[in-house]
């Protein structure tokens, strides 16, 4: 994408002020693109900025399995079955990388996982409605993965390194989603007037909350300003927001199905789509866990954690067994 900024890994000269500060030089290097690293000193709420936005982002991608999940069994053809198969166990994947880069940050993914468990930690409002169609799953790819994107290849060049390499390919994923959704969108577009119905209802319900996967408003973002002075953030939540909806509209028309927003339309002037204003009330209702799937969500992750703990139990066991069998090995040799 165009909007792409390169971090550098080439040596780059520090201020030579022996009177600054560790965090100055911290931000000298920011400002300058170099990207840091899990063993370079950072200031304590970089660290802990990180881990939250990591954490949730992570938490996202495991609880965002759900929604599809709930139609791998009656996808219509075994091609649907196979892509939405791939789909969900990518995400999985998301999931592990992410808990992966904020572990270098010194978080413990065993406190991660308890605290999305027991409710404390957030994720995505979006995965809080229900697929209640199989047109949703074509409507989750199209327009939640496409959100996703929108928002996740800036952080490809995010300041911090493990987090930022983690992007690229999930990136790399997350556009076959994107195309996989569209796909399951033109055909139900193509089809009967019955399923271009479908294809309609979904757009109905997944737009809105489309738009507020990309969080509140820049005048109501807290971690906004401090998060882009850190090169976390390159794009405020707005302007994701609005290149998102510049994105959808022609697409919505090659569909030939209409946004749910009769207030959208091209303004000639700022060269961009006017659209109308969004529920907020809605959005911080979902996020404070009060929205459609809240309590099924964590009811069936809380319930998959503990069937599987004789999995976790018998790696653990494995792995020590083989760790003390090498031992024995070099003992005796
Ligand atoms: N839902 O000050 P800001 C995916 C919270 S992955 C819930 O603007 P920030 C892949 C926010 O945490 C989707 N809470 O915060 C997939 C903060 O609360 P806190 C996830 C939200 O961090 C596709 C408070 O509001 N993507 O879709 C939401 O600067 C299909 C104030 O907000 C990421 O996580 C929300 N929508 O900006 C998987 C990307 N929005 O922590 C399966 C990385 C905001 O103070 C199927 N994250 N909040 O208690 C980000 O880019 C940022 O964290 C933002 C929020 C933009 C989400």
């Not at 929108?150 to 690229?168: E, I, W």
């Amino acid at each position: 994408m165009a909007f792409l900024f390169k971090f550098v890994q080439t040596p780059f000269v520090m201020s030579d002020s022996k009177n600054i500060s560790l965090e100055d030089r911290f931000q000298e290097k920011i400002d300058n693109n170099i990207q840091i690293e899990p063993k370079d000193w950072m200031p304590e709420a970089y660290r802990k900025t990180l881990i939250r936005q990591i954490s949730q982002h992570a938490h996202s991608e495991i609880v965002g399995m759900l929604p599809e999940g709930n139609w791998i069994s009656r996808a219509p053809s075994l091609r649907r079955k196979v892509g939405l198969m791939a789909k969900v166990q990518d995400e999985a994947g998301h999931g592990l990388y992410l808990y992966g880069a904020a572990e270098t940050l010194g978080a413990a993914r065993a406190t991660m996982i308890d605290d999305l468990h027991s409710g404390k930690a957030k994720y995505s409002s979006i995965f809080n409605y229900p697929t209640l169609t199989w047109a949703d799953i074509g409507a989750i790819g199209w327009l939640v993965d496409g959100a996703a994107i929108m928002n996740q290849v800036p952080l490809c060049s995010c300041s911090y390194g493990p987090y930022a390499r983690a992007m690229v390919r999930v990136c790399k994923e997350e556009s076959f989603h994107q195309r996989q959704g569209f796909e399951i969108m033109m055909s139900l577009c193509n089809g009967t007037p019955e399923q271009k119905a479908l294809a309609q209802d979904a757009l109905n319900r997944w737009w809105w909350p489309s738009l507020m996967m990309f969080g509140p408003n820049d005048s109501e973002s807290k971690h906004s300003a401090q998060s882009m002075k850190w090169k976390i953030k390159r794009f405020s939540n707005d302007e994701l927001r609005q290149r998102f909806v510049d994105m959808s509209v022609p697409q919505a028309k090659i569909l030939g199905i209409t946004i749910p927003d009769p207030e959208i339309k091209w303004n000639e002037a700022t060269k961009q789509h006017d659209f109308g204003a969004i529920d907020w009330e809605e959005f911080w209702n979902v996020v404070k866990g009060n929205g459609p799937c809240n309590k099924q969500r964590l009811k069936t992750r809380n319930k998959a954690h503990d069937e599987g703990r004789w999995v976790r139990e018998a790696a653990t066991a494995y792995a020590e067994k083989r760790h003390q069998r090498k031992q024995n090995q070099a003992k005796s040799a």
